[in-house]
């Protein structure tokens, strides 16, 4: 399994972003989900879905502003990002098949996204 993050960039603060993260092989089982690491801090959890897409989970940081989503067809996540803050600076990268307390077992390559204030 191979995971790509794409859609990030520099956007104003209040903007909006929306995050994809395509996976080669058979992943629609897996549970999926985003991290960030922000400069000089460690990798934190963003968000996750269910294989289904019928559970979500959010930090307390991104509640009512990020939304995950999937599509199995497509093989594909999604994080759309509202009310972007500075504070939402970071790479993003996404995640899948979580194997309990080792964290999750595929990981994509990280998107840069940039809030200017």
């Known amino acids: 399994v191979q995971l790509q993050a794409y859609g990030g960039g520099l956007v104003q603060a209040g903007g909006s972003l929306r995050l994809s993260c395509a996976a080669s092989?058979?992943?629609?089982?897996?549970?999926k989900a985003w991290f960030r690491q922000a400069p000089g801090k460690e990798r934190e959890f963003v968000a996750s879905?269910?294989?289904?897409?019928?559970?979500?989970d959010y930090a307390d940081s991104v509640k009512g502003r990020f939304t995950i989503s999937r599509d199995n067809a497509k093989n594909a996540v999604y994080l759309q990002m509202n009310n972007l803050k500075s504070e939402d600076t970071a790479v993003y990268y996404c995640?899948?098949?979580?194997?309990?307390?080792?964290?999750?077992?595929?990981w994509g390559q990280g998107t840069q996204v940039t809030v200017s204030s």
């Open positions: 995640a899948a098949q979580w194997i309990g307390t080792l964290g999750y077992r595929y």
């Open positions: 092989g058979r992943t629609f089982s897996y549970t």
């Open positions: 879905i269910s294989s289904n897409g019928g559970s979500t």
